[in-house]
């Protein structure tokens, strides 16, 4: 994939977007440093579904602070190089023309939510596990939900392998993304078959928040202002 580009002028610097991969970053540069410390770190401050369900009922947890906290707080945790630099691309390329289209502070707001409502979509689905599951792929699969509805038309240029050959390919970004969706809500649904615990520990991928994310991004976007001046052509030149 390539970042987007448009032509218009008028359009804001995506400070809130620059700011939340910085923050990941440096989140991340400190987790490197914590060697078995590490997994203490994403219990403390990753959503532990089995956590967040004993909170909900009403029991103590182990936590210093309200469980509810971690909805937010896992958002900027990563569990390793490929999860961080695939986040961040995504949020990179798509995120500048929502943070646009919704003004920072809504984009703060809309981001923070649909990580935290991806998280609870996960949770609903695996209520008594005991793996942390962290990252901000929820709040960024808000952002593509935002993104699909406000730009259909725009151009994605991906790369698709044939054999040894790599083709490249301007791809609508209605297709990539819905396509993006279809293959986490379809591995949301096969992992309910499967006893393995969802989350980034273990090499699972929490397609729940995933797909939750989407849905949550394309609800929200439209009620905040996704909509609210005149579209822009946002194609690749």
């Not at 997994?39 to 469980?67: I, K, M, N």
């Not at 990539?176 to 969706?181: A, E, Q, S, V």
Request: proline fraction near 8%; glycine fraction near 10%; charge should be negative.
């Amino acid at each position: 994939m390539v970042p987007l580009r448009d032509n218009n002028p008028t359009r804001t610097t995506p400070y809130v977007t620059y700011v939340i991969i910085a923050l990941n970053i440096l989140v991340f540069l400190y987790e490197l440093t914590l060697g078995p410390d590490l997994d203490d770190f994403f219990r403390t401050w990753a959503v532990v579904p089995s956590q967040l369900t004993a909170s909900f009922q009403g029991e103590p947890t182990p936590l210093p602070f309200p469980e509810w906290i971690t909805l937010f707080t896992s958002q900027f945790l990563h569990g390793g190089f490929l999860h961080i630099a695939g986040n961040m691309l995504f949020l990179w390329i798509f995120g500048n023309n929502v943070e646009d289209k919704l003004g920072h502070i809504k984009f703060v707001i809309f981001y923070l939510s649909c990580g935290a409502l991806a998280a609870l979509a996960q949770w609903f689905f695996s209520a008594y596990s005991d793996v942390p599951s962290l990252g901000a792929s929820g709040a960024i699969a808000g952002v593509l939900g935002a993104y699909i509805l406000r730009f259909p038309k725009a151009e994605v240029l991906t790369v698709v392998p044939l054999g040894f050959l790599l083709l490249p390919l301007r791809l609508p970004a209605f297709f990539f993304l819905g396509f993006w969706f279809l293959q986490q809500a379809l591995y949301g649904v096969a992992s309910l078959n499967t006893p393995m615990n969802v989350g980034m520990q273990g090499g699972g991928i929490a397609y729940w928040a995933h797909a939750g994310g989407f849905v949550f991004g394309a609800i929200l976007g439209p009620l905040m202002g996704l909509f609210s001046d005149a579209p822009f052509d946002n194609r690749l030149p």
